[in-house]
């Protein structure tokens, strides 16, 4: 009886080191450096790319759980964004991205370049009404009249939705306007909603100044305008 326990006891020590070790091994293969995997296929609702420090570089994500952005540092408010990627610059502030959708109302597809520590300045863009098939798609560039806005800018947009008349929120919105805090329409190279088809390009006030363009009607056209929308010279 004695030498069948103390053989049920070697046993159990054998086993309890061999076990030991195997799980030893299995940890030192999900925590050990450099160690690369290969799938055949993932689903995943979001991807972080970091550097070693833990610092953000991109994120790749679902609409749900995609990330609001950061500027100088610091996280925005949680907002509504469609699935795409966030890029991140080395002071952990937003700097571009690619985000796309596309729904029985409406269809995009926009690929961002943002001025560094504020918001886009460029644009790969593609937008359509999928109901009236009415699109526009090309390339957009925006200017900021004022430098290091951003800040100034969000505020002036958080105080308009505190606002509920119309008259007082055009009010504000043309005072921010004045007050140089929001982007102008620069250029556009692409297609128009419509139809016309070139280049066009808008003085630092966002008033259009130059068009060439050929419109839905095959009629190559150059036009100058001053700074009011009339036309002043044609070719």
Not at 27 to 42: A, C, D, G, T
Not at 210 to 223: A, G, L, S, T
């Amino acid at each position: 009886m004695g030498e069948k326990i103390a053989r049920e006891i070697k046993f159990l020590k054998i086993y309890s080191l061999v076990l030991t070790l195997v799980l030893l091994f299995l940890f030192y293969l999900i925590i050990k450096p450099n160690r690369k995997s290969r799938f055949q296929e993932i689903s995943v609702e979001r991807i972080n790319v970091v550097e070693k420090n833990g610092n953000l570089r991109l994120v790749i994500s679902n609409s749900e759980r995609q990330h609001p952005g950061s500027i100088n540092g610091k996280e925005l408010p949680s907002r509504e964004r469609a699935a795409g990627l966030i890029f991140f610059n080395s002071v952990g502030d937003e700097c571009g991205g690619l985000i796309y959708d596309g729904t029985e109302k409406e269809a995009g597809l926009v690929l961002s370049v943002d001025k560094f520590r504020d918001d886009q300045v460029m644009q790969l863009q593609y937008m359509e009404d999928t109901k009236s098939k009415n699109r526009k798609y090309g390339v957009q560039l925006w200017d900021y009249p004022k430098e290091n806005s951003f800040n100034e800018r969000m505020k002036g947009f958080e105080e308009l939705e505190k606002l509920k008349n119309k008259d007082e929120i055009q009010k504000a919105y043309d005072k921010m306007k004045e007050d140089s805090l929001l982007m102008e329409d620069r250029l556009f190279l692409g297609r128009t909603y419509n139809k016309d088809i070139g280049l066009f390009i808008n003085d630092k006030k966002g008033n259009p100044r130059i068009k060439v363009y050929v419109d839905d009607n095959n009629n190559p056209k150059i036009e100058f305008l001053d700074d009011k929308g009339k036309t002043i010279q044609t070719r």
